[in-house]
């Protein structure tokens, strides 16, 4: 029954919040096409400065990739989060979706090919995926693209919300799918 009202409100929440949208725009007297052609040439324009700080944090998980930091990261991790019953083979999704929306995008790519998209470790894996953000791109990007450059606080925020998010994944998938 619970896995019945999750799909169904998966499959409704963003037609909807689009229709709210687009309501709340009429009500104010927005002119929405102008508005997104407008967004559309300034996120063109950021775009393209931040090309320089996309070639660094690429080459930086291109490195943590090739030089087996993560598959390391993953064997010291591995018999802590067995205790909690968490599969092992979530571990690498966990540790690169922090860095990299595309790194973790390839990780949940072969464990839908490996497991299938309707086992735990595919529904875990595709939770996990929505649920966090990349938070070293955000920081590196975002705030490197305003010339922001103490962040402060932002990369513990950061971090600790995307290990709220993992957990959260972990007890809501365990609660939905087992």
Request: glycine fraction near 8%; include cysteine.
């Amino acid at each position: 029954m619970l896995q019945l009202i999750v799909q169904t409100a998966a499959a409704w929440v963003i037609p909807v919040f689009i229709f709210i949208t687009l309501v709340y725009a009429v009500i104010k007297k927005v002119d929405v096409f102008d508005s997104f052609v407008e967004g559309a040439k300034e996120g063109f324009t950021t775009s393209i400065s931040l090309i320089p700080y996309l070639v660094a944090m690429l080459t930086a998980i291109g490195l943590l990739r090739a030089s087996g930091a993560l598959d390391l990261l993953t064997k010291i991790l591995l018999p802590v989060l067995t205790t909690f019953n968490i599969p092992g083979e979530i571990i690498p999704l966990a540790i690169m979706r922090p860095l990299s929306g595309s790194g973790a995008l390839g990780i949940t790519a072969e464990i839908l090919n490996s497991f299938g998209p309707d086992s735990f470790i595919g529904r875990l894996a595709s939770t996990m995926q929505g649920s966090t953000d990349t938070t070293f791109f955000i920081l590196t990007v975002y705030f490197g693209s305003v010339g922001i450059r103490r962040t402060r606080h932002a990369l513990a925020v950061g971090l600790l919300a995307d290990l709220a998010a993992f957990i959260a994944s972990v007890i809501i998938c365990s609660l939905v799918f087992h």
